[in-house]
Every structure is written in structure tokens, then in C-alpha cells.
């Protein structure tokens, strides 16, 4: 392709895009001057602004969860990491970011352009709608529908189409690679991480987020952690490899296949995949925390020193357990080895799905013959 | 119009249109793709049924888990599509008695005959604290259970028979047995030989 031929391409995009924000645009005007009434009373701008409210500290968190990786892991491995940047390193996520900001996003040729371009929106996009659904306390949440735990479980198998997309439209054997061993990877956990909330929802009588934390309710020991130990454990390494992390990175697998399925992006479509990825981890973390560890409940429920902490707020509790459960993720990357392909899959299939079957049997049975402290 | 009539037919255009896109595009992957977009658009359609958990159902199966397999096929697939349009004029004919048939039959079974205004109350508009996946279940573990088993039991019969189907023994693969690895001693893989020069000194 000709110089010329390029400019007039990217002419012709620039014109696309202005046309079809201009109509959308004005339709929305439109609309929203005929129905200002009704957006008002539905309170639409309200939600707005809840949204932005949820979103903006969930990628404040996702940009210090990376300087947190690095340190953590520096610190793991006897090194400092990352302290140039700001005082003692805290200023380096802001800077990664607008480096990421200035660099140009390269199309490769034969690429196909749209699908390209499209993919890191289809994978972050998924992460960010499962955070509509999900409770900081019993009364702060977006929208507290009756399945969320449904809505949340058919979001998260979404995210899979960024990966496999990603890796067609690049046009690359490695990206394509890459994407196809993620997505045979998520499909199989899919089923595992299903089951383990199907214990999940067994025990909480509930698909809703926050009559299952309310059924968590006791103490420390009646969290579900304890009676679905096997399904609580299953579903956070099911939320490691659906979240394609170390030990399960083998999409990404810089050894092998150099970088996955990501391997052609560049600049921003580069970061909107890593961003993708840390809100999925923030989002695994916190559903743990809310479906086994007691969501905005506190520990010390139940025991002497409760009336301690009692002016401490539910939501600090809840950002805690994310917290440790987000160490977890960190920890595991530094220490254990990327596994081999069919050990992943065999511990998906032949491990954990055995596992929360034979689980489901005996927690069912606990239910139904009503056993203490947790079905009676 | 109200606003969700507005949302309705938004929805309806670009199901119309994804579908249709299905059987018109030429690439296999792109063809997927706007099933994709199908489904996605149903289900929102579903939603404004006030149906949410079969909405979220459809995202669940078909969105997250049928298509992504479809996709993994599709992608592996090498297919030149040139042959596969040969024969348009020679089929055509089949093709849309076949078409017109199919049409015929929908109409008889789910047109306004059976499901017009004057047979079928308008639905009621539910409170919001109306549940619609507790509704589903006690219709469907009490008045329907019977036949909710069977279809369950025949969905298994058919995940079985697909697996017997594609599982045969194949001699030329070579597995590896984890058990076994575990259960490797030194002495299985190494042999420790003395040699003379060795002993000499």
C-alpha cells in the first residue's frame, strides 16, 4: 500500500467515525429532549453518576494493583522494584499509563482491522458491567437484581470473545495460538467455577449477592468457607486460570508462544487488555469474598471483642478480604511455575469437576437433613 | 413511542439485521460472529419481556459457552468457500420450497391464530419485587417435573452417546499417565554402572 493510499484510508476511518457520532449523537440529544421528563424520573443521570463513582476507583485500583504486583513480588524475590518514579516508586502506574497513552496502536497488515480494534473492548467491557451487580454493603449497590450471581456468572464467560478475537484478527500464529489454548482453558473452567456456585447459591438459598452474604451471617465460622471448603478452593483457582494469571498464563506463555494472544497490539489496545485483566482479578477477588468469605461482615461477628470494631464500616471489611484474596493472586505468580498445557486441562476435568460434583452431593444432603451451625 | 418501545425496536433492527448477516456473509468467522451479536440481542429482547433469568440463561449457554466452541471450530477450519456457493441457481429451487414450508409451519403454530390479542391476554406488568427465576422454579420443580427430568435425562443420554461417538482407541497416541510419573524411582531411569578403570584406583 502507498503513502497516499494509507492517508486516504485513515481519512476515510476519521470520517467514519465522526459520521457515526454524529448521528448517534444527535439521536441522543434528540432523544433525551423528548423524554427529559422521564429521564429525570428514572433517574438516569443518577445512575450515571453511580457508575462513574464505581468505575473510576475500580481503574484507580487496577493502575496501583500493577505497582502493588511489581513491589510485592520485588519484595518476594529479595529486590526493591520499581522506585524511580515519584517518591519510593508511587508515581510509576500514572507514568506507565500515559507512556501507554503516546504510543502509536499499529494495525498489522492483513489484519482485520475492525474485529482488531474491537476485541480489547470486548474484553473489558464484560469486566466492567459485572461490577453493576455487585454489593460494597447490604444497601450500597448499583442495581440489586434478583440473579446476580446468574448475571455475573454470563458476564465473565463473555470476556473469552476479547481473547479469541484478539488472536484471529491479528493475523498471527502466535496470536492465534495463544487464543486458542485461553479459550479451550476458560471453557473448561467455566464449568468447574459453575458448579462451585451452584454450592454457592445451594447453601445461600439465593442467586442474589446480597441475601447470600446475608446468609453468611454468625460469625467467623459460619461463613461458607468453612462447610464449602473443596468448592471454595476450586472456584479461586478456577478464578486464577479463567483470569488466564500465572500458574495458568499459558494464552499469554512469553516462553513459548511469546506473548499470546496480545502479541500484535500496541499503545492503548495493548493496556485495555491488561486492564481488562487486573479489573477481572479485582472482580474474582471480590466475588470470592462476598460468596465464601462474608462480603461487608465482620470477623470478630459473634466473639467478645465484636463490639470493638463495631464503628468500623462493612465496606472496610469487604476491601480487606479483596485485599488478601488479591495478594493470593500475586503470591501464586511469584511462586509456583507456569503448568503444562494438559495438566491444565486435566485438572479442570478429571480434578475439580469430580471434586464440586462429590461436594454438591454431600452439601445437598447437609441441607436437606438440616446439619448445624450452617443449614439448621 | 415510550422508551422502551424505542429500545424494543432498536434491539429488533439489529437482530434483524445480525441474522440476517449470518447467512449472507461470506466468512465462516464473521458469520459466527454476528450469531454472536444474535443471541446477545435476544436476550435483551428477553429482558424487556420481563423474562430475565432465560435472558441470562441464553448469555450463559449459548453467548458463553456453545458459540465460543463454534468460534474454536470455525477458526481451525480451512474452508474455501468457492465451492460451497456452486450449485446457488441449481438448489435454489429446494431451497425455498423447503423455506416456504418451514415459513408455513411457524405461521400455523405461532401465528395470530394461537397467540393473537384475542386469544392470549395482553401479560400483566410485574411489581419490582416480582421474581422471576423463583416463579420459573416452582412451576418447573412441581407442575412440570416430569417432563423437566426427561428432557434432562435425554440432554444426558446425548452428552454420553457424543462422547462414545468421538472416543476410540486410538493406538498411535501416546499419553502420558500422571499416576506413573508420581510413582517413578531413581532406579527405574538411571543405572549406576562401575567400571573397571574406577575400581582400579
Same mark, same amino acid.
Given at each position: 500500500?502507498?503513502?497516499?493510499?494509507?492517508?486516504?484510508?485513515?481519512?476515510?476511518?476519521?470520517?467514519?467515525?465522526?459520521?457515526?457520532?454524529?448521528?448517534?449523537?444527535?439521536?441522543?440529544?434528540?432523544?433525551?429532549?423528548?423524554?427529559?421528563?422521564?429521564?429525570?424520573?428514572?433517574?438516569?443521570?443518577?445512575?450515571?453518576?453511580?457508575?462513574?463513582?464505581?468505575?473510576?476507583?475500580?481503574?484507580?485500583?487496577?493502575?496501583?494493583?500493577?505497582?502493588?504486583?511489581?513491589?510485592?513480588?520485588?519484595?518476594?524475590?529479595?529486590?526493591?522494584?520499581?522506585?524511580?518514579?515519584?517518591?519510593?516508586?508511587?508515581?510509576?502506574?500514572?507514568?506507565?499509563?500515559?507512556?501507554?497513552?503516546?504510543?502509536?496502536?499499529?494495525?498489522?497488515?492483513?489484519?482485520?482491522?475492525?474485529?482488531?480494534?474491537?476485541?480489547?473492548?470486548?474484553?473489558?467491557?464484560?469486566?466492567?458491567?459485572?461490577?453493576?451487580?455487585?454489593?460494597?454493603?447490604?444497601?450500597?449497590?448499583?442495581?440489586?437484581?434478583?440473579?446476580?450471581?446468574?448475571?455475573?456468572?454470563?458476564?465473565?464467560?463473555?470476556?473469552?470473545?476479547?481473547?479469541?478475537?484478539?488472536?484471529?484478527?491479528?493475523?498471527?500464529?502466535?496470536?492465534?495460538?495463544?487464543?486458542?489454548?485461553?479459550?479451550?482453558?476458560?471453557?473448561?473452567?467455566?464449568?468447574?467455577?459453575?458448579?462451585?456456585?451452584?454450592?454457592?447459591?445451594?447453601?445461600?438459598?439465593?442467586?442474589?449477592?446480597?441475601?447470600?452474604?446475608?446468609?453468611?451471617?454468625?460469625?467467623?465460622?459460619?461463613?461458607?468457607?468453612?462447610?464449602?471448603?473443596?468448592?471454595?478452593?476450586?472456584?479461586?483457582?478456577?478464578?486464577?486460570?479463567?483470569?488466564?494469571?500465572?500458574?495458568?498464563?499459558?494464552?499469554?506463555?512469553?516462553?513459548?508462544?511469546?506473548?499470546?494472544?496480545?502479541?500484535?497490539?500496541?499503545?492503548?489496545?495493548?493496556?485495555?487488555?491488561?486492564?481488562?485483566?487486573?479489573?477481572?482479578?479485582?472482580?474474582?477477588?471480590?466475588?470470592?469474598?462476598?460468596?465464601?468469605?462474608?462480603?461487608?461482615?465482620?470477623?470478630?461477628?459473634?466473639?467478645?471483642?465484636?463490639?470493638?470494631?463495631?464503628?468500623?464500616?462493612?465496606?472496610?471489611?469487604?476491601?480487606?478480604?479483596?485485599?488478601?484474596?488479591?495478594?493470593?493472586?500475586?503470591?501464586?505468580?511469584?511462586?509456583?511455575?507456569?503448568?503444562?498445557?494438559?495438566?491444565?486441562?486435566?485438572?479442570?476435568?478429571?480434578?475439580?469437576?469430580?471434586?464440586?460434583?462429590?461436594?454438591?452431593?454431600?452439601?445437598?444432603?447437609?441441607?436437606?437433613?438440616?446439619?448445624?451451625?450452617?443449614?439448621? | 413511542?415510550?422508551?422502551?418501545?424505542?429500545?424494543?425496536?432498536? &434491539?429488533?433492527?439489529?437482530?434483524?439485521?445480525?441474522? $440476517? %448477516?449470518?447467512?449472507?456473509?461470506?466468512?465462516?468467522? @464473521? !458469520? #459466527?460472529?454476528?450469531?454472536?451479536?444474535?443471541?446477545?440481542?435476544?436476550?435483551?429482547?428477553?429482558?424487556?419481556?420481563?423474562?430475565?433469568?432465560?435472558?441470562?440463561?441464553?448469555?450463559?449457554?449459548?453467548?458463553?459457552?456453545?458459540?465460543?466452541?463454534?468460534?474454536?471450530?470455525?477458526?481451525?477450519?480451512?474452508?474455501?468457500?468457492?465451492?460451497?456457493?456452486?450449485?446457488?441457481?441449481?438448489?435454489?429451487?429446494?431451497?425455498?420450497?423447503?423455506?416456504?414450508?418451514?415459513?408455513?409451519?411457524? &405461521?400455523?403454530?405461532?401465528?395470530?391464530?394461537?397467540? $393473537? %390479542?384475542?386469544?392470549?391476554?395482553?401479560?400483566?406488568? @410485574? !411489581? #419490582?419485587?416480582?421474581?422471576?427465576?423463583?416463579?420459573?422454579?416452582?412451576?418447573?420443580?412441581?407442575?412440570?417435573?416430569?417432563?423437566?427430568?426427561?428432557?434432562?435425562?435425554?440432554?444426558?443420554?446425548?452428552?454420553?452417546?457424543?462422547?462414545?461417538?468421538?472416543?476410540?482407541?486410538?493406538?498411535?497416541?501416546?499419553?502420558?499417565?500422571?499416576?506413573?510419573?508420581?510413582?517413578?524411582?531413581?532406579?527405574?531411569?538411571?543405572?549406576?554402572?562401575?567400571?573397571?578403570?574406577?575400581?582400579?584406583?
Amino acid at each position: 500500500m502507498t503513502d497516499t493510499v494509507l492517508r486516504k484510508s485513515y481519512k476515510t476511518h476519521w470520517l467514519i467515525i465522526l459520521l457515526v457520532t454524529a448521528v448517534f449523537g444527535t439521536g441522543a440529544i434528540l432523544l433525551g429532549v423528548q423524554y427529559w421528563a422521564e429521564i429525570k424520573s428514572i433517574a438516569i443521570l443518577y445512575a450515571l453518576i453511580k457508575i462513574i463513582l464505581i468505575v473510576a476507583p475500580l481503574m484507580g485500583a487496577v493502575a496501583y494493583l500493577t505497582f502493588a504486583e511489581r513491589k510485592i513480588i520485588g519484595y518476594m524475590q529479595v529486590r526493591i522494584g520499581p522506585n524511580r518514579v515519584g517518591p519510593r516508586g508511587w508515581l510509576q502506574p500514572i507514568a506507565d499509563a500515559l507512556k501507554l497513552l503516546m504510543k502509536e496502536i499499529i494495525v498489522p497488515t492483513n489484519a482485520n482491522r475492525f474485529l482488531f480494534l474491537i476485541a480489547p473492548m470486548m474484553s473489558i467491557a464484560p469486566a466492567l458491567a459485572a461490577w453493576a451487580v455487585l454489593p460494597f454493603t447490604d444497601t450500597l449497590v448499583l442495581a440489586n437484581i434478583d440473579a446476580s450471581l446468574l448475571y455475573i456468572l454470563a458476564l465473565t464467560s463473555i470476556g473469552v470473545y476479547g481473547v479469541i478475537i484478539a488472536g484471529w484478527a491479528s493475523n498471527s500464529k502466535y496470536a492465534f495460538l495463544g487464543s486458542m489454548r485461553s479459550a479451550a482453558q476458560i471453557v473448561s473452567y467455566e464449568i468447574a467455577m459453575g458448579f462451585a456456585l451452584v454450592g454457592v447459591l445451594i447453601a445461600g438459598g439465593s442467586l442474589n449477592l446480597v441475601e447470600i452474604v446475608q446468609a453468611q451471617q454468625g460469625s467467623f465460622l459460619h461463613w461458607f468457607w468453612l462447610p464449602l471448603l473443596p468448592l471454595f478452593l476450586v472456584y479461586f483457582i478456577s478464578g486464577v486460570a479463567e483470569t488466564n494469571r500465572a500458574p495458568f498464563d499459558v494464552s499469554e506463555g512469553e516462553s513459548e508462544i511469546v506473548a499470546g494472544f496480545h502479541v500484535e497490539y500496541s499503545g492503548m489496545a495493548f493496556a485495555v487488555f491488561f486492564l481488562a485483566e487486573y479489573a477481572n482479578m479485582i472482580l474474582i477477588a471480590a466475588l470470592a469474598s462476598l460468596m465464601f468469605l462474608g462480603g461487608w461482615l465482620s470477623p470478630f461477628e459473634g466473639t467478645w471483642i465484636e463490639s470493638w470494631f463495631a464503628w468500623v464500616p462493612g465496606i472496610f471489611w469487604l476491601f480487606a478480604k479483596m485485599s488478601l484474596m488479591l495478594l493470593f493472586f500475586l503470591w501464586f505468580r511469584a511462586t509456583f511455575p507456569r503448568y503444562r498445557y494438559d495438566q491444565i486441562m486435566r485438572l479442570g476435568w478429571k480434578v475439580f469437576i469430580p471434586i464440586t460434583i462429590v461436594w454438591l452431593v454431600l452439601e445437598s444432603a447437609a441441607v436437606v437433613l438440616k446439619i448445624g451451625p450452617w443449614f439448621d | 413511542m415510550d422508551f422502551e418501545r424505542i429500545i424494543f425496536y432498536i &434491539f429488533a433492527a439489529i437482530l434483524v439485521f445480525a441474522a $440476517g %448477516r449470518v447467512i449472507t456473509v461470506r466468512n465462516p468467522v @464473521h !458469520a #459466527a460472529l454476528h450469531l454472536v451479536l444474535a443471541f446477545f440481542t435476544c436476550a435483551g429482547l428477553w429482558l424487556l419481556l420481563e423474562a430475565e433469568f432465560l435472558a441470562i440463561a441464553l448469555v450463559l449457554v449459548y453467548v458463553g459457552a456453545v458459540m465460543v466452541l463454534f468460534l474454536f471450530v470455525v477458526m481451525m477450519l480451512d474452508i474455501n468457500t468457492s465451492p460451497l456457493r456452486e450449485g446457488f441457481v441449481k438448489y435454489l429451487p429446494i431451497g425455498s420450497t423447503v423455506a416456504v414450508l418451514i415459513f408455513a409451519e411457524m &405461521f400455523l403454530v405461532v401465528g395470530s391464530k394461537h397467540f $393473537g %390479542r384475542e386469544v392470549v391476554a395482553i401479560p400483566a406488568r @410485574h !411489581a #419490582a419485587d416480582y421474581s422471576n427465576v423463583r416463579e420459573l422454579g416452582s412451576v418447573l420443580y412441581t407442575d412440570y417435573v416430569y417432563p423437566f427430568e426427561i428432557a434432562a435425562v435425554i440432554l444426558l443420554v446425548a452428552i454420553i452417546a457424543a462422547i462414545a461417538l468421538t472416543m476410540r482407541k486410538r493406538p498411535e497416541t501416546k499419553y502420558q499417565d500422571p499416576a506413573q510419573q508420581v510413582l517413578v524411582k531413581p532406579a527405574d531411569r538411571v543405572r549406576l554402572v562401575r567400571m573397571k578403570t574406577e575400581q582400579k584406583q
